[in-house]
C-alpha cells in the first residue's frame, strides 16, 4: 500500500557529502513523521534524523551540525543532506515513513530496503 523509494547511497571519502532521497507513494492519508535510521556493523540501530509533519526535526548527537533533514509535502519525499562525513558514518540507511492510511484509523510505520553508505579514502 506503500512504497518507499530511496537514492542517493555509495562510496564518498572522508569530509565529502551525500544527499539521501527517500519518495513515498500509495495510498496516504497523512504523513505523521518522515526519517532515516542507520545501522553499522555490530552497532545497534539508530535513529539519524526526523521531521515530522509540523517540521520539528531531531538528530542524533553524532550527527548535529553535519546532517540536515528536510522535507517536499507535495512529493511526498524526505531528504538527508549529509556533509562532513566521516568514516564512523559508514553504514546502512533506512529510510522510514510514519503514516495514516486512508480508508483506516491506524497508523502505521513503513521502512525501506535501505542503502549502503560508505565513507572511506
Known amino acids: 500500500q506503500v512504497q518507499l523509494v530511496e537514492s542517493g547511497g555509495g562510496l564518498v571519502q572522508p569530509g565529502g557529502s551525500l544527499r539521501l532521497s527517500c519518495a513515498a507513494s500509495?495510498?496516504?492519508?497523512?504523513?505523521?513523521?518522515m526519517g532515516w535510521y542507520r545501522q553499522a556493523s555490530g552497532k545497534e540501530r539508530e535513529l539519524v534524523a526526523r521531521?515530522?509533519?509540523?517540521?520539528?526535526?531531531n538528530y542524533a548527537d553524532s550527527v548535529k551540525g553535519r546532517f540536515t533533514i528536510s522535507r517536499d509535502n507535495a512529493k511526498s519525499t524526505v531528504y538527508l543532506q549529509m556533509d562532513s562525513l566521516k568514516p564512523e558514518d559508514t553504514a546502512v540507511y533506512y529510510c522510514?515513513?510514519?503514516?495514516?492510511?486512508?480508508?483506516?484509523?491506524?497508523?502505521?510505520?513503513?521502512w525501506g530496503k535501505g542503502t549502503l553508505v560508505t565513507v572511506s579514502s
Open positions: 522510514y515513513i510514519n503514516v495514516r492510511i486512508r480508508q483506516s484509523f491506524h497508523d502505521m510505520d513503513y
Open positions: 521531521i515530522t509533519s509540523g517540521d520539528s526535526t
Open positions: 500509495g495510498s496516504i492519508f497523512r504523513i505523521n513523521a
